[in-house]
Nanobody, 123 residues
Framework: QVQLVESGGGLVQAGGSLRLSCAASGRTFSTYAMGWFRQAPGKEREFVAAISWSGVTTYYADSVKGRFTISRDNAKNTVYLQMNTLKPEDTAVYYC????????????????WGQGTQVTVSS
């Protein structure tokens, strides 16, 4: 069992930056692939970024590629999402998720979810 707690969301102007953190409980964090997803009002949850258990491999949605960076620190049981050059369309609740085995994939392939953190980008 893994518990995930996101933090770092907030209100930022377009062009600004935020760094989201996701702290995980449990001693097996380093064995999980991790992902970030987001959900805007009235829209489906969508993939943002993924990182392998080792941190060597990352993958991004086209909409955030070149602006967002996912990373992890297995010693701290934490995964991060650095978000730069934010746009109003990035406004959403951001969720981190963990999956046992595999890497990347749609939301239903993830086993554990955090409660989400709100990111609002003003124009």
């Amino acid at each position: 069992q893994v518990q995930l707690v996101e933090s770092g969301g907030g209100l930022v102007q377009a062009g600004g930056s935020l760094r989201l953190s996701c702290a995980a409980s449990g001693r097996t964090f380093s064995t999980y692939a991790m992902g970030w997803f987001r959900q805007a009002p009235g829209k489906e949850r969508e993939f943002v970024a993924a990182i392998s258990w080792s941190g060597v491999t990352t993958y991004y949605a086209d909409s955030v590629k070149g602006r967002f960076t996912i990373s992890r620190d297995n010693a701290k049981n934490t995964v991060y999402l650095q978000m730069n050059t934010l746009k109003p369309e990035d406004t959403a609740v951001y969720y981190c998720a963990a999956r046992v085995g595999g890497y990347g994939g749609p939301p239903y392939e993830y086993d554990y979810w955090g409660q989400g953190t709100q990111v609002t980008v003003s124009s």
